[in-house]
């Protein structure tokens, strides 16, 4: 059996654990007859999210009018400056729900859901984006300076649009088109409200040409960018965590060397898209979900965000809350999927806040993030991606394993004690027997617990 290695020094600090677990979407607002059981808002409050990016909320809100720019202000030949003409009311009470789940920020996307139909109806470029980014301007007003008896809740980032490359279900126009829409809207926010950031594209991640193509623009026209955004789907961890260098690369080529990188959706994707959306069989489908919610999109989750602390990425948003395979949480019964105990995990060790230097020596399905509160309390979070059986040996070369706990998320397991036979304890030395091959994910903490 395979053996990894990791050292742990406590007086090796090296920073602070990178809080860039974003999650598009709050809790949704359609409880079932208003059952406490299926409000989300604490099981969320436990993730310790960064941030909360609001897209294709509607699809996790069926029936309610809420966040697209067609539903607040749903009649478009309206009097854009009569607040009577917005329907506020349910994303106000969706914008409360963001607000309790304790994240540091919202992202509000200015924009339209997916239209997963035959027919498209709200993702047309606006006929006159002048209007249209007069709109916006009110609905940042609204949430912003208490217009239309609104608030004051200081949402700083506004992205407009979201995948304008996903053609016909996002959008229907052009590159053009979009490059346009986003320069006219990105500077009369800019104008209204100096302190808000504005970005896009949101594009599908590798879609070089449409960034490129929005960079030279914006340089031409003067419009701001203060974060350039992709969504990414993959299967490998090492794509999604390229992807992010990639990005930055390309702003300091075109001199952007403010601009910061944010994922705006990301996820473990099926091996076939087809498996997903099309005309399958039953049991293929169910497996497709069932291997995407499950422990691989767990360990995939968790090795992102470990990734993640070394390159320069600024923020990055998981897809989604509660909507089919993609959520952290089945859409029928709100049970958590693997991928929750994935972030919960990556929570908790966030909350220790100085990272620590590891000497580690794992094979390449193995991700180690070590942490430290300063107080000899000391975390460390193991990532194995599809990974084989192993013993993992860490030692903690100046401490004690007083009051130490290995919680484990596998197949069969969401983040609970490991079991004694699988543990253990020589000196200052801990030693994790993952008997099977698979995707597991180990949170260890050694001297108690850090309290939210």
């Not at 099981?43 to 609001?54: E, H």
């Not at 996307?109 to 109806?121: A, F, N, P, V």
């Not at 004051?152 to 959008?171: A, G, K």
């Not at 473990?268 to 087809?274: A, L, S, V």
């Amino acid at each position: 059996m395979e053996t990894v290695s990791i050292a742990v020094d406590s007086s090796s600090e090296k920073g602070v654990v990178r809080r860039i677990n974003g999650l598009n979407n709050a809790a949704p607002l359609s409880y079932i007859f208003g059952s406490a059981r299926r409000d989300l808002t604490e099981q969320l409050k436990a993730l310790n999210c960064a941030a909360i990016r609001f897209h294709d909320v509607v699809l996790e809100n069926p029936g309610l009018e809420l966040v697209d720019i067609s539903r607040v202000f749903p009649n478009g030949h309206a009097d854009l400056d009569d607040s009577k003409n917005y329907h506020f009311e349910a994303t106000d009470d969706y914008v409360a729900n963001a607000i309790a789940t304790g994240c540091d920020r919202i992202e509000f996307r200015l924009g339209e859901s997916i239209e997963h139909s035959r027919k498209q109806y709200a993702v047309h470029p606006p006929a006159d984006p002048e209007r249209w980014a007069e709109i916006c301007c009110h609905i940042i007003s609204h949430y912003n300076e208490g217009w239309a008896n609104g608030f004051h809740h200081n949402i700083i980032d506004w992205s407009i649009w979201e995948e304008p490359d996903t053609v016909p279900l996002l959008f229907t126009g052009t590159v053009e088109d979009y490059c346009n829409l986003y320069c006219v809207t990105a500077k009369m926010i800019k104008e209204r409200f100096p302190a808000v950031r504005v970005g896009g594209p949101n594009c599908c991640g590798g879609n070089w040409d449409l960034m490129t193509q929005l960079l030279k623009q914006c340089r031409a026209s003067g419009a701001p960018l203060d974060f350039l955004a992709c969504t990414n789907y993959s299967r490998e961890p090492d794509e999604l965590i390229g992807l992010v260098r990639l990005m930055r690369e390309l702003l300091d080529e075109h001199g952007f060397l403010s601009t910061e990188v944010h994922i705006s959706e990301w996820h473990y994707g099926p091996q076939d898209w087809n498996d997903i959306h099309g005309d399958v069989a039953p049991e293929t489908h169910v497996a497709a979900l069932a291997e995407i919610a499950g422990s691989n999109g767990g360990a995939f989750t968790a090795s992102s965000l470990i990734g993640f602390q070394d390159v320069p990425i600024d923020m990055s948003y998981y897809y989604c809350c509660c909507l089919n395979c993609w959520g952290l949480f089945d859409e029928s019964s709100r049970v958590p999927t693997a991928s929750y105990y994935a972030m919960r995990a990556f929570g908790d060790i966030a909350r220790y806040r100085t990272r620590l230097a590891t000497d580690a020596h794992p094979v390449p399905a193995v991700r180690v993030l070590a942490a430290s509160n300063g107080e000899m309390k000391m975390a460390v979070l193991i990532s194995c991606f599809k990974a084989g059986a192993m013993n993992l040996n860490i030692d903690f070369t100046d401490s004690t394993l007083d009051d130490c706990m290995v919680q484990v998320l596998d197949a069969t397991r969401s983040l609970e004690a490991e079991a004694p036979d699988a543990v253990r304890v020589d000196g200052s030395r801990l030693t994790i027997k993952k008997d099977a091959a698979g995707s597991a994910v180990y949170l260890v903490t050694v001297g108690g617990a850090v309290s939210p």
